[in-house]
């Protein structure tokens, strides 16, 4: 079994990640999707959650060894980063959607400076907007965003197009095609609930299930 299939596992498992193709949940955005991401239950299970982590600290050691900090993103990001930082030890901060408005006013929690090479935490990566809007805030503050590492990726070229856009370079420890396959050789996904899945996923602005 190879990690990315681990990673989505311990999602299944979890229920973290819900497949749904008869009766599609709706997102935010407004999109109806067949799939459902929720990483954050995953930090109520001791031992997939240290999985999660270790597997996350693998990947920051060896795709971005010579980062200075660690930057998590609000808000189902920031465990996650302070769970790496910790293991890691490295410096942490976590970037808000927008500034507060009261206080200090903050957008960007934690102590940084102006040069700094951050690795941005993420939980899931979708279009990409938010991701990067995270990017753009840190790198207004006047530091260097190194890349990008998220537990579960929807696979969107949407996505790919907007990181090479603003070079960001990413990586996701597990993504769609990956558990697909998992859920199909469990026998959880049938081969039409498997087509319905992958048109999904091809036009999903479109898609009405």
Sequence with gaps: MTNETAVAEKLLQVNAVKLSPE?????????????????RKV????YERDFIKSELCSVIFEKFPDVDALAGVATAG??????????LKYPYMYVRPKPKEHGMGNQIEGDFTTGQRILVIEDLIS???????????????????TGM??????GFPLAAHAFAAAKIPF??????????????????????????????RNNPAEWQG
């Design 23 to 39: 009766k599609p949940y709706t997102w935010a955005s407004g999109w109806k999707s067949p799939i459902y991401c929720d990483n």
């Design 43 to 46: 930090l109520s299970h001791p």
């Design 78 to 87: 920031i465990a996650w980063g302070a769970l790496a930082a910790d293991q």
């Design 127 to 145: 279009t990409g907007k938010s991701s990067l809007q995270v990017c753009e805030v840190l790198r207004n503050a006047g530091m260097e965003v």
């Design 149 to 154: 590492v998220s537990i579960f990726n929807y």
């Design 171 to 200: 990586y996701s420890l597990t993504n769609y095609e990956i558990l697909l396959d998992l859920a199909v050789r469990k026998g959880t996904v049938s081969a039409d609930q498997l087509n319905t899945l992958l048109n999904w």
